[in-house]
């Protein structure tokens, strides 16, 4: 799969997420990493996760692919961390800014 530019940026951000996680206990690494995403991740980026891992192989460490299923799809009701003036730093540099 090709992706763009902003996708590529998508799937290295997840898999370095995934190898900091890689030093944790094995118990911890799949929830850890859903719980970075939920917590870090505005719904744009989730909702660009989510279209990358039905599309399929997009590059994403198996960790990654594990912890798809914890990660809150966008849609809900925004959580704190969700709201419009809470844009992080990586979703810039990913290119998701306004």
């Known amino acids: 799969m090709s992706l763009d530019?902003?996708?590529?940026?998508?799937?290295?951000?997840?898999?370095?997420i995934a190898t900091f996680f890689k030093s944790?206990?094995?118990d911890e690494r799949v929830q850890g990493v859903a719980a970075h995403v939920n917590k870090f991740?505005?719904?744009?980026?989730r909702k660009a996760f989510?279209?990358?891992v039905e599309?399929?192989?997009?590059?994403?460490?198996?960790i990654v692919i594990a912890a798809a299923d914890s990660i809150k799809r966008p849609g809900g009701p925004a959580q704190p961390s969700e709201t419009s003036e809470h844009?992080?730093?990586d979703m810039q540099q990913a290119g998701f800014s306004d």
């Open 5 to 16: 530019n902003t996708s590529a940026k998508l799937v290295r951000m997840a898999n370095q």
């Open 24 to 26: 944790q206990p094995e």
């Open 41 to 45: 991740w505005e719904p744009r980026m």
């Open 50 to 52: 989510f279209e990358l």
């Open 55 to 62: 599309q399929g192989d997009a590059g994403f460490d198996p």
């Open 87 to 89: 844009i992080d730093l």
